[in-house]
Every structure is written in C-alpha cells, then in structure tokens.
C-alpha cells in the first residue's frame, strides 16, 4: 500500500468524495464516545479523521480507539467536506495502518498546551521538533544560509573546507578544545582563520566556508554555544576593511530580505516581523561607542577595553533609538584585537577591525588583515605568541600574499535576533554547551 498520496495541505474540497492516503504522527486525539476524532498531523499540517463507531468495522474503530498519541499511521480513506473541520475538510478511515507505535507517557506535550522547560525540550529533541514552531527555526535558518551562500557565489566566492583538526589556535588559548591527535594534542578550529587567510595567497581570491567552529566557553550565556556554524568569508585585493563592510551589508541584507519575502508564512505564524533592511549600515567608531555608553550613565567603559555585554546592550538602545538595528563598530584599540588584524599605520593605537552588531549584540568580527610578514611577526610577538607554533602560516606570507581581509559570522545569533528567540540553543538542532554533550 503507497503509505502517503497526499499531503495534509493538499486536502481541500475540491478533492471531497475521493480516496486518498495520508501518514504522519497522531496529534490528538477525541473521544465522544461513539465518533472518535483523531488528528492526523505531517510536514505541512494537520488533518482531522472521523471514525463513527456505527459506519466502521468493529476492528478498525477499536485500532483508532487504541492509538496512543504520536503513534505513525498511514490512513487511507475519503475526503469529506465538513464546515466544522478544521480546512474544512475530514476523512473518513477505510483503513489505519499502525507503523509504529508511540510509548506513554510522551516526554513532553507536542501540542503546545503544557509549556516544556528548555531543557526538557533539548532532552527530547527529536519529540520537540514535532512542534511546527520548534521546525520553522530551522526552515528559516536554512533558507538564510541557502540566500547567503547563493549571493556570495554571485559575488565571486569559491567555497571552501578547510581542516577541523588544527595544530594551532587564533582567537585565544582559553577556548580551545584539545583533542588527542595520536600521540600529539590537537585542537578542534576554533575559526579557519589561519587557512582562510593562507587561501588569500593561492589565487582563489575570494572564499566562503560555512562550517562548525568550537569554543570551549567557560560561562554559561544565551548567545554562546560550544559548537557553532560560522560564516566566513576572505577577500584578496582590498583597499581597506571597508571594502569588507560593504561586501558583509550587501550580501547580508539580500538574505535577510530573501528570508523575509520566502518565509513570510513561517515568520506570521512565528508572530515575527522582520524589519526591512537598508544599506548601508552606520558605521560608529569604537571612541564614539564609548562616548555614547558613558553619556547613557546606564553602564561605564574605559577607552581601550573591549564593550562588555551590557555596554553592548546599551549602545544597542542608543541606535535603536535613532531607527538602527545592524550597525559596525570600526577603528578598535589595537591592543583588544587579535595579531592578525591590520593596525592603523597613521594611528597605530587603532587598527582595521570592525564588529557588525544587530540589536545590540556582535553578531560579526571582521577586517583588513596584516599580510606583511616582518609586520605580522612583530603583531605575534607583541601579543606574547610563540611565533614557531605558526610556520606553516607565517611562511604563507613569504611568498607574495596580497592585502586582504575577511570575517567570521555566527549564523546562530543571527537566527536568535531575528526570530526574537530567548536562548541561542533553540537555533541548534542539537546544541553543545559545558553540561550538554547528548543527545
Ligand atoms: P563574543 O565576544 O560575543 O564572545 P567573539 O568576539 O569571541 O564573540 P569572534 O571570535 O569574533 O567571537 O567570532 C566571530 C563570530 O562568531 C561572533 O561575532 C559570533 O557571531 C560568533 N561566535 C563566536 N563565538 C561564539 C559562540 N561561542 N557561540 C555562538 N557564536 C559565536
Ligand atoms: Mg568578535
């Protein structure tokens, strides 16, 4: 038997009278006794079937009757037009065919009515994602990255997969993973920013990588995992960072705006809106942040130490407040960002970095990197860096490397922002944080 011919949003009256098949999970089930009305849930909706004790076999009533909720069926039977149906339409069963059975009690209420703590839900999380709400995050998330990935290969990006296992960290010892490589320690990437700024020397000229990045993150936040998936991108041939930026506005509002237009049911049964975006984004410089935090009197930063979370959220006010939700903060303090990024060579207390941040939080690092390799090294060593650990990076820049920058984007934040989720872990199929490592 072909288990499914339509599927629940097919159903509509015009198909009244005729046979079809459906499968899927039970939603529900009612019981009045003698009519017992079960609803059929798949991919794309739910459908009622109607079994009236009176019309039906004896057998197939006492299936439908037994059936535990999130049973899988397949249900064969006829459309019927009925105004009290949900879509207006019913079918009535000809056969149920049980293909497998759904133990009790249920770890949580798929249907919504009782409310599943976090981490339960995450406990369950096959069940959850029953949840057309729970699904639609990661239909939304697959269409931003698709968007994101389509315009950046109109932009000439090549995409690329560089190693997991690294020898090697960039953004800092204190969230590296070490992992046994044999009989050496290695390290799961923290960022392909080593290799993706070694590319800039090949040729290829401009690459994208979507891939996990790990983190070992010592506090427990909502907008940090230990395994994320970050957008990077490196560009060869630049005048500057803002070469960067614009590249980063312009593909990033064509997503957001693609997601915005080819979503649009998933986003009004979401409840969520998403603004129109504009290029370009205002660009405020890090001094400037500053000065704006401390005139809000709400939190303090000194000149020269990297904006706290709350002094994030603050500034994130302030440009609300003037109608900005994406805007870069540019020209860090050198000393807070990492050897690889250009420093200002007119202004060396500055250097070429530029944060893209979204309703107050950093959403992207980015900007021109130093691919002078006598420069670079003094970088290295002025941050207190074993420059031996880096050879196979460092020799890159020996042999003809163009000027070049790039960015790292963690499209789990993006999707937090937009759908206005609470926790960065519900953007995660399965997330990993310090306590979670299954399912
Ligand atoms: P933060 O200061 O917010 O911890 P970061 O400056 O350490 O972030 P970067 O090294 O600049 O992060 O990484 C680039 C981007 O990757 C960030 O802007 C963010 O979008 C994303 N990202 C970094 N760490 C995490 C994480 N632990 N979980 C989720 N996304 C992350
Ligand atoms: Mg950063």
Redesign the pocket.
């Known amino acids: 038997m072909v288990l499914r011919t339509k599927w629940t949003c097919e159903l509509t009256e015009a198909l009244d009278g005729k046979a079809v098949n459906v499968a899927g999970w039970v939603h529900s089930k009612r019981n009045l006794g003698g009519i017992r009305f079960l609803l059929l849930r798949d991919k794309t909706g739910i459908i009622q079937v109607t079994a009236i004790k009176k019309k039906l076999e004896p057998e197939l009533f006492a299936t439908i009757a037994s059936l535990s909720k999130e049973s899988v069926v397949s249900v064969s039977g006829q459309v019927k037009k009925n105004n009290q149906a949900p879509h207006g339409v019913e079918i009535i069963p000809e056969t149920v065919t049980v293909l497998n059975p759904a133990d009790t009690p249920l770890p949580l209420d798929v249907t919504g009515k009782v409310h599943a703590e976090l981490d339960t839900r995450l406990d369950n999380r096959v069940v959850d994602l029953r949840r057309q709400n729970v699904t639609r995050v990661f239909i939304i998330k697959d269409a931003l990255l698709a968007e994101f990935r389509r315009k950046c290969d109109d932009e000439g990006f090549v995409e690329v997969h560089t190693p997991k296992i690294v020898a090697a960290g960039a953004?800092g010892g204190s969230?590296l993973f070490p992992i046994a490589y044999f009989d050496r320690e290695a390290y799961l990437a923290?960022?392909p920013q080593l290799y993706k700024q070694m590319l800039m020397g090949s040729g290829l000229d401009r690459i994208l990588e979507i891939a996990p990045?790990w983190?070992a993150?010592k506090s427990d936040t909502i907008?940090?995992?230990?395994e994320?998936i970050?957008i990077d991108m490196e560009m060869a041939f630049i005048e500057s960072e803002e070469d960067v930026m614009g590249m980063l506005e312009r593909v990033l509002a064509h997503a957001l705006e693609h997601v915005r237009t080819s979503c649009s049911l998933q986003l009004e049964e979401m409840g969520v809106e998403l603004p129109e975006v504009s290029i370009p984004f205002p660009r405020v410089t890090y001094s400037e942040a500053v000065e704006l935090i401390n005139a809000s009197s709400e939190t303090e930063v000194e000149w020269g130490e990297?904006l706290s979370?709350e002094a994030e959220k603050v500034l994130g006010k302030i440009m609300a407040e003037k109608g900005h939700d994406l805007y870069f903060i540019t020209e860090y303090p050198s000393r807070i960002k990492p050897f690889y990024i250009m420093v200002n060579d007119e202004r060396p207390e500055v250097c070429r970095a530029f944060?893209?941040e979204f309703s107050g939080?950093?959403?992207?690092?980015g900007g021109q990197r130093e691919h002078r390799h006598d420069v670079l090294i003094n970088r290295m060593k002025e941050q207190g860096l074993d420059t031996s650990d880096f050879t196979f990076y460092l020799d890159a820049f020996r042999f003809g490397m163009p000027p070049h920058g790039g960015?790292?984007?963690?499209i789990?934040?993006?999707v937090q922002i937009i759908l206005d989720v609470k926790n960065?872990r519900e953007t995660v199929l399965f997330p990993r944080d310090r306590s979670r490592l299954v399912p």
């Open positions: 953004e969230t923290q960022s990045a983190r993150e907008r940090h995992l230990s994320f970050s990297d979370t944060d893209l939080m950093e959403i992207t690092s960015l790292g984007l963690g789990e934040r993006v960065i």
